[in-house]
Each structure stands twice: as C-alpha cells, then as structure tokens.
C-alpha cells in the first residue's frame, strides 16, 4: 500500500469511530492527520506503516518527535497486515508514545513498539 492509501484507510478508520478527518500529510505540520469526535476532541495523527511484529519500532523525524513532546492531542497510528494480511492499526496516544521512546540519533527518535506499549 502506498502512502497516500495507507492515509486514506487511516481516514476511513476514523470515519467509521464517528470522527471527520482529513489528510494534512503535504502542509508539513508534523503530522498526517487533523480528525475530530462529535464532541469537538481532536487528534492530530502521525501515520507510519510498520512490518509488525518483525520489527517493534518506528522511527519520527525530529519535528514529529517534538509534536508529541509539546501537544497532548497527537496520536502515532501503526498501519500493518495481520498474519491473515488483514491490514490493522495500532493507536498510541501521546502518553505511550513518549513512555516508548529512545533517541539513536540526534535527527530520529525511535518508538518501541513492545507489547506492554501496544498491547499487541
């Protein structure tokens, strides 16, 4: 799956839990995705597709690391297929996000994706 339909399934995902959300991926915000709930909550979500569980990590850029650092309302979705190859989504909240975290270079900033982060 290519980015902008990693996005898009993302996009759907959302619409089917009762959120609007819309692609910001190309306007260089540090993120993916602007959606909000009925009640006017928002998440602004980092996407990143992942070969789960082969490999627990994901690297964020510098910009993406620091949008999880100063905004609570940022969420990491790891796009991956199932050993079914059924794609499914892995959301990380801001907390679990900086609670995985482990600087490898001063650029990059790896988020482990074990289970008692995930979950999964």
């Given at each position: 799956m290519?980015?902008?339909?990693?996005?898009?399934?993302?996009?759907?995902?959302?619409?089917?839990?009762g959120?609007?959300?819309?692609d910001?991926s190309k306007?260089k915000k540090?993120?993916?995705i602007?959606?909000i709930?009925k009640?006017?909550?928002?998440?602004?979500?980092?996407?990143?597709?992942?070969?789960?569980?082969?490999?627990?990590?994901?690297?964020?850029?510098?910009?993406e690391?620091?949008?999880?650092?100063r905004?609570?309302a940022m969420?990491?979705?790891?796009?991956?297929?199932?050993?079914s190859e059924?794609w499914?989504?892995?959301k990380?909240?801001r907390?679990?996000?900086?609670?995985?975290?482990?600087?490898?270079?001063?650029?990059?900033?790896?988020?482990?994706l074990?289970?008692?982060?995930t979950?999964?």
């Open positions: 290519k980015e902008s339909e990693i996005i898009n399934f993302v996009i759907k995902e959302e619409e089917k839990e959120r609007r959300a819309k910001v306007d540090g993120y993916d602007e959606s709930d009640k006017g909550n928002k998440r602004f979500i980092e996407v990143k597709r992942r070969d789960f569980p082969k490999r627990r990590f994901v690297d964020l850029t510098q910009s690391f620091m949008n999880f650092v905004n609570p969420w990491l979705y790891v796009v991956y297929k199932d050993k059924k499914k989504i892995i990380l909240d907390e679990k996000v900086l609670k995985g975290i482990k600087p490898r270079i001063i650029s990059k900033f790896e988020v482990s074990r289970k008692e982060i979950g999964v």
